[in-house]
Nanobody
Framework: QVQLVESGGGLVQAGDSLTLSCAAS????????MGWFRRAPGKEREFVSV????????NVADFVKGRFTITRGGTVNTVYLQMNSLKPEDTAVYYC??????????????????WGQGTQVTVSS
């Protein structure tokens, strides 16, 4: 498994931007595709985005298409989630996760082997 630590959450206003970071350590980072999930109060955890191990393939949930972008930090063991045009309904705890399904397609939480502790994002109206 790989150890993951998220950062970058906070309180913002609707329309603002925020970038989340996920730092990975442990086993070889490049063996994994990296994803972001979120859990809003009273709701189930839901898929947000995933990036393949080589950074060439992404999968993005419909509700964030055109607003959120996932990227990897080159040789640095970090993955980012750039969030633009934030809405109050984006308020949630955001989790970084790693999966050995490396092609960047899987959206199922059960396919992910390692999880971070989460970072809170709150968007006020």
């Amino acid at each position: 498994q790989v150890q993951l630590v998220e950062s970058g959450g906070g309180l913002v206003q609707a329309g603002d931007s925020l970038t989340l970071s996920c730092a990975a350590s442990g086993r070889t980072f490049m063996r994994y595709a990296m994803g972001w999930f979120r859990r809003a109060p009273g709701k189930e955890r839901e898929f947000v985005s995933v990036l393949s191990w080589n950074g060439r393939t992404t999968n993005v949930a419909d509700f964030v298409k055109g607003r959120f972008t996932i990227t990897r930090g080159g040789t640095v063991n970090t993955v980012y989630l750039q969030m633009n045009s934030l809405k109050p309904e984006d308020t949630a705890v955001y989790y970084c996760a790693a999966t050995t399904v490396r092609d960047g397609t899987t959206t199922a939480p059960s396919d992910y082997d390692s999880w971070g502790q989460g970072t809170q994002v709150t968007v006020s109206s």
